[in-house]
């Protein structure tokens, strides 16, 4: 059984930052491609950042890329998102997801960000 595991979320003030972490187990962890998404309260869910198996290619949404890193570390079948200069607006339930043919999604993390 397929399972990923978010962590890292919390209540932090402006300014501030949190490093998410996405453990995967049930699944070669290495071959899957990562993805990290947010969802802000009534909004849509939108795409943050993603990082290839191999951790060579990434993309990150274009407001984001300043202040937010994508790492993986395949030893550990877990990846992060390192967050820097949090603001209020970056508040949302962040996910994690690992997709190749098929695709997987964590829970989420609730992150919390006051002004």
């Known amino acids: 059984q397929v399972q990923l595991t978010e962590s890292g979320g919390g209540l932090v003030q402006t300014g501030t930052s949190l490093r998410l972490s996405c453990t995967a187990s049930g699944i070669i962890f290495s071959n899957y491609h990562m993805d990290w998404f947010r969802q802000a309260p009534g909004k849509e869910r939108e795409f943050v950042a993603s990082?290839?198996?191999?951790?060579?290619?990434?993309d990150y949404h274009p407001s984001l890329k300043a202040r937010f890193t994508i790492s993986r570390d395949n030893a550990k079948h877990t990846g992060y998102l390192q967050m820097d200069n949090l603001k209020p607006e970056d508040t949302a339930i962040y996910y994690c997801?690992?997709?190749?043919?098929?695709?997987?999604w964590g829970q989420g993390t609730q992150v919390t960000v006051s002004s």
């Open positions: 990082l290839s198996a191999t951790g060579g290619r990434t």
């Open positions: 997801r690992l997709h190749l043919v098929d695709e997987y």
